[in-house]
């Protein structure tokens, strides 16, 4: 982060960390809704901030998306950290397939030596599909590690958006917007207050879990992701660190 001490970033960091009641909040130069290359140094922070956290014998559940995928690159094996698994934060298959989680972790496991354990399942279950899932001893063992988790790494997305790509049905679109689902992590929809107002019917990672974890570690940038950004952090548990581009964090600051 010292890289970007000059140009004032760092402090526009400390000032969000105060007001949106984070552990710590990074900011990369340049907006990605106008340059997708801010991915790059997106992905580079997270992965420092991820790396500084790991520790021997952890648990890291990971979520989907682009901003998640961007760290990929980054990451490197650690000495001394052994034993580490990397899970994917949830069974459906939303994203496409280089960018969905059980990619992911392959990928990350690859990158740092490490263990992955994947799972997939289709992206929305009938609730009779879904209780016969729970017994699954595949499903079983991937709950076992959401309970045990250390860390998650995860992208924010908007609710909207996050519907449109994972093809919603009409059904649940109304009902999203009916209940004015603004941002989407981890399965989870939240409207602007910070509520759950819906959930991905597939087996993932519990907000009580993620709750309960050392570490968070929050991707998400551009201007256009900021209603979901300042909705996720009415909720965001305090250990969360927040990596975020300059155009996002300057609109967050204007709205606090
Ligand atoms: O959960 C939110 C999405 O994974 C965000 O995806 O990083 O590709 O915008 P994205």
Not at 6 to 28: D, F, I, M, N, R
Not at 72 to 82: I, S
């Amino acid at each position: 982060a010292l890289v970007y001490e000059w140009s004032g970033l760092t402090q526009l960091g400390k000032a969000l960390e105060q007001q949106l009641g984070l552990q710590h909040v990074l900011v990369v130069p340049g907006d990605y809704n106008d340059d997708e290359t801010v991915l790059t140094l997106l992905g580079k922070e997270a992965a420092q901030q991820f790396l500084l956290t790991i520790a021997n014998e952890q648990v890291v559940a990971v979520t989907g998306g682009k901003s998640v995928a961007s760290l990929a690159q980054f990451l490197q094996p650690v000495d001394h950290q052994q034993n580490i698994t990397f899970v994917a934060a949830r069974g459906g298959i939303g994203h496409e397939m280089h960018m969905q989680a059980n990619t992911l972790v392959a990928t990350f496991a690859m990158q740092m030596d490490a263990q992955h354990r994947t799972l997939f399942l289709p992206e929305h279950l009938s609730e009779q599909a879904y209780q016969a899932m729970l017994t699954e001893p595949m499903v079983t063992e991937i709950m076992a590690y959401y309970d045990r988790a250390d860390c998650v790494i995860h992208g924010i997305g908007s609710a909207e958006e996050m519907a449109i790509r994972r093809n919603t049905s009409a059904e649940d679109l109304r009902i999203l917007e009916e209940k004015g689902a603004v941002s989407e992590a981890f399965g989870y929809y939240f409207n602007a207050e910070g509520q759950i107002v819906h959930r991905i019917r597939t087996i993932g990672i519990q907000l009580e879990q993620v709750e309960k974890c050392k570490h968070i570690i929050a991707v998400a940038a551009g201007k256009q992701k900021v209603n979901a950004m300042l909705s996720y952090f009415k909720v965001a548990p305090k250990q969360t660190i927040f990596i975020t581009d300059e155009a996002a964090a300057k609109a967050i600051a204007e709205r606090l």
